[in-house]
């Protein structure tokens, strides 16, 4: 769904008469621990392939807005970003533009393999820049493909986009970038499994430190502790809970100590160059029924997933397989959300019923069944699963049966 932004931000863009500076042909420079995570090269195939694609789907320009997608493309974090849309565009014939808060140019220049900038100051700005940027590259009456499911996007963006250019066609290239990114490359596999291993510490660290007494706030500061004495990126804590906490979806670390006979949940995600070794882990700390059956459930719709990951396979047939084993025990009602995503650098396309799209070989999938028990607890386990000749393969060597502390 596209945000919303102020009618008055877009009229703005028409009445002002400021127009952003222009940062055009920039000079990489060498700042300490800056730079691409990737080669020039690697760079230069994932943007031809977006180009090949777009020309078969009639678009003449691809401009892309998504964080995850501009990374996988140039290699800048994208963390300037929030304050309005950063776009890159690609176009046959011509090198690629980025669009970027003029705040941000730095880090753009330094942190992507993209020469050529337009910096805009002001939100109400990005429209007439981005504007002057398509009429120079003669695309202002072409066929423009923007990400328009892009949470990053507003449809005021846009709307002021074609209230510049009048005879601009903007069409929805939401699934391009999905497409090109599907098979991961063997430096983007390398990347999995480093974010794996750094994952696999916090969880030995986690199931190690439970005790009784001890609280998340304490257990989490000892996972990036020793994160940090591996020299690697601290983790990403997507969920971490005890006992009634648990309840809570997407609930961070607190004070909150844990029980005997108490359930832990730990969603965590090792971090290499953008890529995340996402997983879901799970224990009792004596015991606990309710978790142990909805564990034991997750368990088998995990390996359900392991098996389904194969290719040739559709994405709904995936999502069948897994799915249809929490629904065969009667509890269906507790699966309430997507068997799981496509990744790479990002979060991508998802693993649903119905879903066409073809499994290939080199894809990887993040499954986090997390199941909701009849009181109301979050539980379950996950695997990160590269879809290869022989079937799925974890990139963990955690199990991820359930831990009894």
Known sequence: MLQWRSPLLVSAAANCSLRARKVINTVNSVIPRSGLPFTMGEYSSRQKRVLDTANNAGIDA??????????YLTGYHGGGGYFGPFVLILTP????????REYEVQSVRDESCVGELDGYAHLHEFASVCADRLRKLGLHNKRAGMELGCWNLARADVMALQAELLELEVVDANKIIARVSAVTADVELKAMRDAMAVN??????????????VSEMEI???????VSALGASPVILVSFGFGDRNELPH????????SFNEPAMIEVGGVKDAYVGALVRSAVLGRHAETEAVHALAEEAVEAAIVAARPGATA?????????????????????????????ASWNDSLEPEAKDIIEKGMAFDTPIILFSENGCLFGCSEKILATERGGEPLSTTSHELLKA
């Not at 989490?220 to 020793?226: D, G, P, Q, S, T």
């Open 62 to 71: 691809t401009m892309i807005a998504a964080h995850g997608h501009l990374r």
């Open 93 to 100: 014939g011509h090198a690629p533009v980025y669009l970027a």
């Open 200 to 213: 696999e510490l916090a969880i030995r660290t986690f199931q190690s430190a439970l005790r009784e007494g």
């Open 220 to 226: 989490a500061e000892l996972i990036n502790e020793r």
């Open 251 to 258: 609930e961070r670390p607190s004070a909150h100590q844990l």
């Open 316 to 344: 709904g047939e995936f999502d069948c397989a897994v799915r249809g084993v929490v629904e065969r025990s009667g509890r269906a009602d507790g699966f309430r959300h997507r068997t799981g995503y496509q990744v790479e």
